[in-house]
């Protein structure tokens, strides 16, 4: 399997636009993206999920890295996980349904925005609910690193960029950080 091409450009037409509902799970193609999305995001330094927009395809859905924590992740099968266990890998259609009032400010990059990074504004933590590759519903409450990767990665299934919730933007050029 090959390393998928990225979409790159704050103003590039596929990660500007808002991503379609996935239906048919039983689609072959489906299964293949999901794997292609995996073993991209295995093979890229510095990456913690991948979104289908990213990778060119308008579906809504994202993979994450596995050894991130899930601190009372609801399960496919309903079982409540214990702090520490692996998290859900593959988000379809996912959406926040609750989320903290408070809000941090947070260092944030993107794979599709080489050289950049900003301060976000995001939630402490969501209350997520999606799909697996398999169409099964489950909810996960994120903390922390986690809760920002998901914010992050349902913007992109929605044609927002973090540079859209930027406070300050900054350059890495020759090893040194220059403000925007």
Partial sequence: MAKLALETGKSNKILRTESRTV???SDPDLRKLI?????????TENAAGLAAPQVGKNLRLFVIIPELPAKGARLPDGQESAPGKKAPTVFINAEIVKKSQKELRLDEGCLSLPGLFGIVKRAKWVKVQAQDEFGKKFKLKAEGFLSQLIQH??????????????EKMFKIEDDKIKEL
């Fill in 35 to 43: 794997a292609e999305m995996e073993e991209t995001l295995r093979l």
């Fill in 153 to 166: 990665e349902i913007d992109h299934l929605n044609g927002k960029l973090y540079v859209d919730r930027a």
């Fill in 23 to 25: 239906s048919d799970f």
